[in-house]
């Protein structure tokens, strides 16, 4: 078994997965894209399931992009059903594991029915403290950096804080994730080798991890090799090796 050769006091502290695939998944099998989003669901329930058991306290996921809302209109609104209703099923599960529900992105733009659930269930898991789960829906890092930008630029205009004073430190404070820690290792489902405006800031050194394997059959032993395969690495931020192993 892959999880026995895994150390458990070197495992990243935040997992980043931009979930791909679920369309692919629905063609190969001649099924509609729905039922892979459908099938999708199933991964984010093991994966959840499984970095809560191995003690990871923060995990994001990519949903939702900004630029999803291109996609027909009869897409867009199975992906709201679907997360309107995993955020009913699952609510339970997330309160018996202590899980406390997260969001980033453009939250006001989606149907006000989902920004219900959503702001319910992050009202009620607002005390848990096992694992920070966040959900990236209608996200786009661009988005994000442009909001960064007038907010420091209209607190400079107010003389709220002055330019001198802009250092990363403030910018974190501004970004959707101001309250999570950098991400150490960011997967990405489906083959392809990209970053599709996830995370552009908060993934300056985290450890990129491809994988062919589609979203829908992305399950326990594949977060096993990924980590694995995180553990084999040796994150220098810059350094040298010599550095790094004194
Ligand atoms: C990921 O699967 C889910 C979302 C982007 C919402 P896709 O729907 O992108 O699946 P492919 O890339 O078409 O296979
Ligand atoms: C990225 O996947 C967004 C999510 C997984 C939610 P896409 O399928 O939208 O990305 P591109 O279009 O292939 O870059
Ligand atoms: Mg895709």
Redesign the pocket.
């Known amino acids: 078994m892959i999880i026995d050769n895994l150390d458990k006091s070197k495992l990243p502290n935040h997992i980043a997965i931009?979930?791909?695939?679920n369309?692919r998944w629905a063609a190969k099998k001649g099924l509609s894209r729905t039922l892979g989003h459908n099938s999708g669901v199933e991964s984010v329930q093991e994966i959840v399931e499984e970095v809560l058991n191995l003690n990871i306290p923060y995990l994001t996921l990519?949903?939702?992009?900004s630029?999803?809302w291109n996609?027909p209109p009869h897409e867009i609104g199975t992906l709201m059903d679907l997360l309107v209703e995993s955020l009913k099923t699952e609510l339970k599960k997330l309160i018996k594991n202590n899980i406390r529900l997260n969001t980033i992105g453009d939250i006001s733009a989606l149907p006000k029915l989902v920004q219900n659930e959503v702001k319910r269930a992050i009202d009620i898991t607002k005390n848990n403290n096992k694992m920070v789960l966040t959900i990236?829906l209608s996200?786009g890092a661009r988005e994000e950096l442009e909001n960064v930008i007038k907010e420091i630029a209209s607190e400079v205009k107010n003389n709220t804080i002055s330019l001198e004073n802009i250092d990363q430190s403030i910018i974190n404070k501004h970004l959707y994730t101001r309250n999570l820690p950098d991400v150490d290792l960011l997967i990405?489902t489906?083959g392809?080798q990209?970053i599709?405006?996830?995370l552009l800031w908060q993934i300056a050194y985290a450890e990129l991890y491809f994988t062919d394997v589609l979203?829908p059959d992305f399950r326990k032993k594949d977060l096993y090799s990924a980590l694995l395969n995180y553990q084999n690495r040796e994150r220098r931020f810059g350094k040298t090796s010599e550095q790094i192993n004194v």
């Open positions: 931009i979930m791909d695939g369309g990519y949903a939702f992009s630029d999803n996609r990236a996200y990405r489906s392809e990209r599709s405006n996830f979203w």
